[in-house]
């Protein structure tokens, strides 16, 4: 099993920058992708950023301006937010993908997940 425990989320206004961390614990390897996934309200869950081996893919809504980074001796997974949007606004969910395999931008290839982190910023 692994654990997944995302922090740094907040309220900031637009243009701001935030850092979300999620910590991985249990049954980890730095091979595993890992990736960070948001849901809006009364939208679907969609593919921010994923790392792995293989490199670092992200959502075009957010290329350029956020920076999924890995730091595999604390089994930490990080997600710099800068120039954040008031359409950035949703709960940031981590997520483990637990293959040896490239990142997956679907959900369903992801087993663990953390409870989520809201991100809220104000126009």
């Known amino acids: 099993q692994v654990q997944l425990v995302e922090s740094g989320g907040g309220l900031v206004q637009a243009g701001e920058s935030l850092r979300l961390s999620c910590a991985a614990s249990?049954?980890?390897?730095?091979?595993?992708?890992m990736g960070w996934f948001r849901q809006a309200p009364g939208q679907e869950r969609e593919f921010v950023a994923g790392t792995s081996y293989s490199g670092t893919y992200y959502g075009n809504s957010v290329k350029d301006r956020f920076t999924c980074s890995r730091d595999n001796a604390k089994n930490t997974v990080y997600l710099q937010m800068n120039s954040l949007k008031p359409e950035d606004t949703a709960v940031y969910y981590c997520a483990l993908d637990a293959h040896d395999r490239p990142v997956a931008r679907e959900e369903v290839a992801y087993q663990f997940w953390g409870q989520g982190i809201r991100v809220t910023v104000s126009s």
């Open positions: 249990g049954r980890t390897d730095s091979r595993f992708p």
